[in-house]
């Protein structure tokens, strides 16, 4: 079956500092791969997607994320976090053959100190 | 402008009530989403429509029935609400459920049953 982990309930970085967000997930084939990011009360909002090609895909905000087959992960970076990225990040993986379906992972908050 | 709109925003109702969330998009989408994201931010699909037709259906239970009049917009009954239907209930769209395309998300409907 396939699965989504995100193995880091929580995260707080300082402001400034870099981020690293983990997703590892179980599929047979090449999944379709996204980040989401969730702020509080709000809806999803796409940050990055990676279907093939160039395995470094760069997203809204600064955000980029890294498709290792090897290591079925597919881990989100900042090289900088600011305040207004903390929120909750969630990390997908697509199916076609399921007719679009997304699985998610349990998401990530993130906390930003000062 | 908004692209993926849902309403209510909030709704709390008592055990047993019949409600409706009701989507609309306006990106000229074929295929429309309804997820779940129950108290522990666990995102779960629902229901799949393509061009009005089932293609999703997770294990829900019939309680829930998805009503899709055209493309642009897919409603959410639910029957004889019960305390374990309490979430936030996101509805999305993409495009053609052949390919695998990016999602967008709805605000989200927050439910509270009483």
């Known amino acids: 079956a396939q699965s989504v982990t995100q193995p880091d309930i929580h995260i707080t970085v300082s402001e400034g500092a870099s981020l690293e967000l983990r997703c590892n997930y179980s599929?047979?084939?090449?999944?379709?791969l996204f980040w989401y990011v969730q702020s509080p009360g709000q809806g999803l909002q796409l940050l990055l997607k990676?279907?093939?090609?160039?395995?470094l895909v760069q997203g809204i905000k600064g955000f980029e994320a890294e498709f290792k087959r090897s290591q079925s992960s597919f881990n989100l970076r900042k090289p900088s976090v600011h305040w207004s990225d903390a929120a909750e990040y969630f990390c997908?993986?697509?199916?076609?053959?399921?007719?679009?379906?997304?699985?998610f992972g349990a998401g990530t908050i993130l906390r930003v100190k000062s | 402008d908004t692209a993926v709109s849902q309403t209510p925003k909030y709704l709390v109702t008592q055990m047993g009530n019949d409600k409706s969330i009701k989507c609309e998009q306006n990106?000229?989408?074929?295929?429309m989403y309804w997820y779940k994201q129950d108290s522990k931010k666990f995102l779960k699909i629902m229901f799949s429509?393509?061009?009005?037709?089932?293609?999703i259906n997770e294990t829900v239970p019939n309680r829930f029935s998805p009503k899709s009049p055209d493309k642009a917009h897919l409603n959410l009954h639910i029957n004889s609400l019960e305390l374990g239907d309490s979430a936030v209930y996101f509805c999305?769209?993409?495009?053609?459920?052949?390919?695998?395309?990016?999602?967008?998300f709805g605000p989200g409907t927050r439910l509270l049953v009483l």
């Open positions: 999305a769209s993409s495009h053609l459920a052949g390919g695998l395309e990016t999602q967008y």
């Open positions: 599929y047979g084939a090449t999944p379709y």
């Open positions: 990676y279907f093939s090609g160039d395995t």
């Open positions: 997908a993986v697509g199916f076609m053959e399921y007719g679009n379906k997304l699985v």
């Open positions: 990106l000229g989408h074929d295929t």
């Open positions: 429509y393509n061009n009005k037709e089932l293609i």
